[in-house]
């Protein structure tokens, strides 16, 4: 009798440990994954949104406005961070009476900009901004003034060099400040039809 008890014992005993082990299965499968809060989820918003704004800020074109010695000139949209070169391929490249040393190829391009390929015979022609770019009720901003400017300012201008920049300087020092933007065709390799081509992009003061 007491052998039976015994056997039944341990028999009552496995099955427990079977139900326990089976019970604890059941509950850790059935456990839910954690809930993010809303507000976390609301918060994560605002973050991808700007960083699309910053995207399409980022592929911005630029505009710019080819002029001189090129075949195809007007304006063109380039892409951010191109140079000089883009532009001038965008506007079929230079012509045959351009002189490429007249030229920096690899400054980097802004928005508004005007890029001016001279031709052979020509001083160095700089790329300049556009009136466009400066801020309204101020178009005299982006004029060089012939009177205060030093040499590498003057080659802005387009069709001033560094040799008609240092002609400038030096008639300046000798005759005194112009009184007139008329009074640049006084310096030397300077014509009339010069001083009527760059009247837009200087003054006098």
């Known amino acids: 009798m007491l052998e039976k008890w015994q056997a ?36 994560e918003e605002p973050v991808k949104s700007a960083t699309k704004e910053q995207e399409i800020v980022s592929t911005k074109s630029l505009v710019v406005d080819v002029k001189g010695a090129v075949n195809k000139p007007g304006v063109y949209e380039l892409a951010p ?29 802004t928005d508004e900009m005007v890029i ?21 009720g101020s178009a005299d901003s982006t004029k060089v003034n012939i009177n205060t400017a030093d040499v590498t300012t003057l080659q802005t201008i387009p069709g001033i060099g560094a040799v008609k920049a240092q002609a400038i300087i030096d008639h300046r020092e000798k005759e005194g400040l112009f009184t007139t933007i008329d009074d640049l065709s006084k310096v030397s390799g ?15 003061e």
Not at 9 to 37: C, D, H, S
Not at 87 to 102: P, Y
Not at 116 to 136: F, H, I, N, Q, R
Not at 190 to 204: F, M, N, P, Y
């Open 116 to 136: 001016y390929a001279g031709k052979v015979g020509e001083e160095g022609l700089a790329p300049v901004a556009t009136a466009g770019s400066a801020p309204a």
């Open 81 to 109: 961070d191109s140079r000089v070169k883009d532009a001038i391929l965008k506007a079929g490249g230079l012509s045959a009476e351009a002189d490429v040393k007249l030229l920096n190829m690899a400054q980097k391009v």
């Open 8 to 43: 039944y014992k341990k028999y009552i005993i496995g099955a427990a440990i079977i139900l326990i082990a089976m019970g604890f299965f059941f509950v850790t499968q059935n456990q839910e994954e954690p809930v993010v809060p809303a507000t976390v989820a609301a918060k």
């Open 190 to 204: 300077i014509g009339a039809k010069t001083v009527e081509r760059l009247s837009e992009h200087i003054t006098v």
